[in-house]
C-alpha cells in the first residue's frame, strides 16, 4: 500500500441498511441490501460507519442519475469534504487486516499534519470484487 491521497468528495445519496450490533453486523446488512438487486453489476455499494456512541454500520448503495431507486429503503446524505483514501486490493482475503489498515491510514494522515473529522463517517467504497477504497474524513491543521 501507498501513501493515502488526500481527495475533495461530493456530497451523495444512498439508499441504505442499518447494521445490527454494529461492524459485526455489516454482511447481513450488506445481504439485505443485496436481496432486492438484479444484478450488482454497475452498483456502487459503500460501508458507511460513524464512530459515534453508539457506532453504526450502514450498508448503502449509491444513488446517482444510472441509479434512481432506493429498493424501498431508508435514504441518506454522505456528507462531502475531503477524505484521506487508501486502495486495499484483494480485501476479501484480508477482511482480518481490515482494521490495522484503517489505523495505518490514521497514522498516516495525522503524520501529514491532517486531522480526523469525527463529525463524518470512515467510508468503504467497494470498487471491484476485489478492490476496496477506505476513506477517512480529514480536515487540515490551522
Same mark, same amino acid.
Given at each position: 500500500?501507498g501513501?493515502?491521497?488526500?481527495? =475533495? *468528495? =461530493?456530497?451523495? *445519496?444512498?439508499?441504505?441498511?442499518?447494521?445490527? =450490533?454494529?461492524?459485526?453486523?455489516?454482511?447481513?446488512?450488506?445481504?439485505?441490501? %443485496?436481496?432486492?438487486?438484479?444484478?450488482?453489476?454497475?452498483?456502487?455499494?459503500?460501508?458507511?460507519?460513524?464512530?459515534?456512541?453508539?457506532? %453504526?454500520?450502514f450498508?448503502?448503495?449509491?444513488?446517482?442519475?444510472? *441509479?434512481?431507486?432506493?429498493?424501498?429503503? =431508508?435514504r441518506?446524505?454522505?456528507?462531502?469534504?475531503?477524505y484521506?483514501?487508501?486502495?486495499?486490493?484483494?480485501w476479501?482475503?484480508?477482511?482480518?487486516?481490515?482494521?490495522?489498515i484503517?489505523?495505518?491510514?490514521?497514522?498516516?494522515l495525522?503524520?501529514?499534519?491532517?486531522?480526523?473529522d469525527?463529525?463524518?463517517?470512515?467510508? %468503504?467504497?467497494?470498487?471491484?470484487?476485489? %478492490?476496496?477504497?477506505?476513506?477517512?474524513?480529514?480536515?487540515?491543521?490551522?
Amino acid at each position: 500500500m501507498g501513501r493515502p491521497v488526500v481527495i =475533495d *468528495e =461530493d456530497p451523495f *445519496e444512498v439508499a441504505r441498511v442499518k447494521a445490527v =450490533d454494529g461492524l459485526s453486523g455489516a454482511q447481513e446488512a450488506f445481504d439485505q441490501l %443485496e436481496a432486492r438487486m438484479d444484478t450488482l453489476r454497475g452498483r456502487k455499494m459503500y460501508g458507511v460507519f460513524y464512530s459515534g456512541d453508539p457506532e %453504526e454500520y450502514f450498508a448503502c448503495l449509491r444513488l446517482d442519475s444510472h *441509479e434512481s431507486g432506493d429498493l424501498g429503503f =431508508d435514504r441518506a446524505t454522505v456528507p462531502g469534504g475531503l477524505y484521506g483514501r487508501m486502495l486495499v486490493r484483494d480485501w476479501g482475503q484480508r477482511i482480518s487486516e481490515l482494521p490495522q489498515i484503517f489505523d495505518q491510514l490514521h497514522s498516516d494522515l495525522i503524520g501529514d499534519g491532517l486531522h480526523i473529522d469525527r463529525g463524518r463517517p470512515s467510508i %468503504e467504497f467497494y470498487r471491484r470484487i476485489d %478492490e476496496l477504497v477506505i476513506m477517512l474524513p480529514v480536515v487540515k491543521s490551522s
